[in-house]
């Protein structure tokens, strides 16, 4: 078997040194399912942990920590794309890694395939609020205009009652549509990475 590497962004507004944010909570959801594929799991990046400069560049220099998580991330075949739902939309840090990887248009091989050709993509999204389906739509554009594969089944997420005060993390048990639907979504991506990894794009 072709043996596979994930990693998630995290575009959680909350620092890591705070309290476990609801975005982890679902990606954890997701990294289990990986794992439980024989998909080695690395380390979450909560990109608001990391000094992101503005730009559509690949290194904006001036100490930018984008280049070190655009090497994970190309280092990796599955990509876990996760963002809370702020104002309707995903947050300020998910969008800005999306501007970043823009890049990769200008980035191709001899044969016209971006750095991300092969690497396929998945959304986690979480709110209290609705948006669920026009942040995914949002970030799957974004994610195949620079390259990434969706797969069938790519987005898994969850939006708890408008203004109200239980999170995703704060739920005593995964609401089963949302383990079904992880689990769709983790076996569909997996799929879809093992015939890339194989068999890449012919550009």
Not at 38 to 67: F, Q
Not at 81 to 105: C, N
Request: with cysteine.
């Amino acid at each position: 078997m072709v043996k596979l590497k994930a990693i998630a962004l995290n575009g959680s507004l909350k620092a890591s040194s705070n309290e476990q944010s609801s975005t982890d909570a679902l990606i954890n959801l997701l990294a289990e399912k990986f794992s439980g594929l024989e998909i080695e799991v690395s380390p979450t990046i909560r990109l608001v942990d990391h000094d992101i400069k503005p730009g559509v560049t690949s290194d904006e220099g001036n100490d930018d920590a984008w280049p070190e998580i655009r090497d994970e991330i190309l280092a990796h075949d599955i990509l876990i794309f996760g963002t809370p739902i702020w104002m309707g939309q995903m947050s300020s840090v998910a969008k800005r890694a999306l501007e970043r990887m823009d890049a990769f248009v200008e980035e191709t091989d001899d044969q016209g395939r971006m750095p991300s050709y092969s690497k396929v993509a998945v959304v986690a999204v979480v709110g209290n609020e609705d948006g669920a389906h026009s942040v995914a739509a949002t970030a799957f554009q974004a994610l195949n205009d620079t390259g990434f594969t969706i797969p069938a089944v790519a987005a898994c997420y969850w939006v708890g009652e408008a203004m109200g005060s239980v999170d995703f993390k704060d739920l005593k048990s995964t609401p089963s549509k949302i383990d079904e639907t992880a689990t769709m979504v983790t076996s569909n991506a997996a799929h879809l990475a093992r015939l890339l990894k194989a068999d890449n794009y012919p550009g």
